[in-house]
């Protein structure tokens, strides 16, 4: 019961990385708030944690929205008390869309970076003030941002979403920078493929882009992994959980990777 006492609040809570994040992070005694567009999966992830013994509150938000996200976190703050951890965890995937050789056709740049970029930002600014003093007794406050290891490497046709998440690692490294002072840290993950809906949207249009089964594409993907599997949304939850921890009170401005040796530094 490491946190026991501290209070989490988790963005994109309701599905994949962020839920594993939230109930790992409510098994170790946090009280965490979850943060979502959707109700019905974050009411989904609290009655998973309610089964544990460990009731989460709810609080709808959308980080696109720089007053919805404050709204989200002020309530939840008011309900709880102040933050210790913020993961900001909400995101979308997937292709640009027409791409360049459509002319003047829109695209998902704009989407892809006003939610990931945009919306990491507008949530860490929400957070900072509502975050509990360094000195309180409590433990460093910490902000997490997940990334991903397309912000390490380029793929064909997702500017949108590599330049968004490639995007984390700058405002991760300034505001930890702006932040030290306080001692707050601030840290990025980036993982690899992971077994989510997103990433089996992602298997799928690589299926159909090559005119081949979901099987077989996903057989081709782990081809570049060399451990040779996906990853599990518990254990980017348990590097996450490792970071907003004592025994990572030094780490501060990183970008961690997880992604079964896909990209090595």
């Not at 992830?45 to 959308?62: H, K, M, N, V, Y």
């Not at 008390?81 to 995937?93: M, Y």
């Not at 500017?159 to 930890?176: E, F, H, N, P, Q």
Request: proline share 5%.
């Amino acid at each position: 019961m490491e946190f026991e006492g501290r209070h989490a609040a988790v963005t994109g809570a309701g599905t994949g990385i962020g839920r594993a994040i939230a109930l790992r992070l409510a098994s170790e005694g946090a009280q965490v708030s979850l943060i979502g567009r959707r109700g019905a999966p974050l009411r989904e992830t609290a009655a998973l944690a309610a089964i544990e013994g460990a009731p989460l509150g709810i609080f709808p938000g959308d980080v696109c929205d720089a007053a919805s996200i404050a709204g989200a976190l002020g309530a939840a703050v008011d309900g709880v008390g102040p933050l210790d951890i913020l993961v900001a965890n909400a995101g979308i995937g997937g292709a640009n869309g027409p791409g360049f050789q459509a002319d003047g056709d829109p695209d998902r740049f704009g989407e892809l970076v006003q939610t990931n970029l945009s919306g990491t930002y507008h949530t860490f600014r929400a957070a900072i003030p509502l975050l509990r003093p360094a000195d309180s007794g409590q433990g460093a406050p910490h902000l997490v941002a997940i990334s991903s290891i397309l912000a390490r490497i380029g793929v064909a046709g997702y500017s949108g979403y590599c330049a968004s998440k490639a995007g984390i690692t700058g405002l991760v490294r300034a505001m930890a920078m702006e932040l030290a002072p306080k001692a707050i840290q601030v840290n990025a993950v980036a993982p690899g493929w992971v077994d989510t809906d997103m990433a089996q949207e992602g298997i799928d249009g690589m299926a159909t882009g090559l005119g081949i089964s979901s099987k077989e594409a996903l057989a081709l993907a782990m081809q570049d992994v060399p451990l040779g599997r996906m990853g599990r949304p518990e254990e980017i939850a348990g590097l996450v959980k490792w970071l907003v921890s004592a025994d990572a009170r030094g780490v501060t401005g990183q970008t961690l990777d997880m992604n079964g040796g896909a990209y090595m530094i």
